[in-house]
């Protein structure tokens, strides 16, 4: 198949207007191929987000989302391995980056929550998540975004506390306004914020993360929340050691035809 250096593209109103369901014997394929997808994201980074949006037509293929799968598979086609590199390193604490598309869903208007933990250069954990309800304004989503990072950075601190591994855990965002949410007390001014979410608050209030700015081009979780150009993918992937590589591993079983 002929690679692709992105693995996809955003669907606009006027596809979406004129989509429609494929062929038959295509829907049993689809499924297969996007649950085949969803398993490779575990372990390619690049490629979660474009993963996680095909598997979302899992219930009622459509052309677009054919469309979709094919490109995904073109792209992985150009890229077929993602190497993780662990270097020796000395630190004292846990940086977790969050971002979030606000409506970035042309279908539902549903915005899309991504993160990455990381330990000094290390990756630990990321996530690309379709947010449950529709935010009313780009800072809800990212105080959603938020909640979402902190609640799995505490959870793998009391992981390394089992361990009796102890560390400082530093939350970084590109948004202001919701920073200025986490920061305040109770809602203020704010409308429409669950009570559920406001317990980053006291969090941070009680020290047990910080809160901090970053670019929104340096922010490493960008790649994990939409469809990006090829440059910032490798960006995205050196900061956290991701070194994209073809062939296959020495340590690989050989295959036979």
């Not at 940086?95 to 899309?112: E, I, L, M, N």
């Amino acid at each position: 198949a002929k690679s692709m250096d992105t693995p996809g593209v955003k669907v606009g109103f006027t596809e979406l207007e004129t989509d429609e369901e494929p062929p038959t014997h295509l829907t049993t394929a689809f499924r297969g191929a996007a649950a085949r997808g969803n398993y490779l994201a575990a372990d390619r980074l690049d490629a979660q987000f474009a993963c996680k949006e095909v598997c979302r037509w899992m219930s009622k293929p459509t052309t677009q989302a054919w469309k979709a799968l094919t490109r995904l598979c073109r792209y992985f086609n150009s890229a077929p391995r993602l190497v993780y590199e662990f270097k020796q390193q000395s630190v004292s604490s846990t940086d977790v980056y969050t971002d979030t598309d606000w409506a970035g869903c042309f279908k539902t208007r549903k915005s899309t929550s991504g993160g990455a933990i990381m330990r000094g250069g290390h990756l630990l954990k990321r996530w690309s998540s379709t947010q449950q309800t529709v935010s009313l304004s780009s800072g809800e989503a990212e105080l959603k975004g938020i909640v979402k990072g902190a609640a799995e950075g505490i959870g793998m601190q009391n992981i390394a506390k089992d361990l009796s591994i102890h560390y400082d855990m530093h939350l970084f965002t590109d948004s202001s306004a919701a920073m200025g949410m986490v920061a305040r007390k109770r809602m203020g001014t704010v409308r429409h914020i669950e009570v559920g979410e406001l317990w980053i608050q006291d969090a941070v209030r009680n020290k047990v993360l910080t809160v901090n700015k970053v670019k929104g081009d340096d922010n490493p979780a960008d790649i994990l929340t939409k469809y990006i150009e090829h440059g910032k993918i490798h960006q995205h992937c050196h900061g956290m050691r991701l070194v994209p590589e073809g062939g296959r591993p020495d340590s690989a079983p050989a295959t036979t035809s």
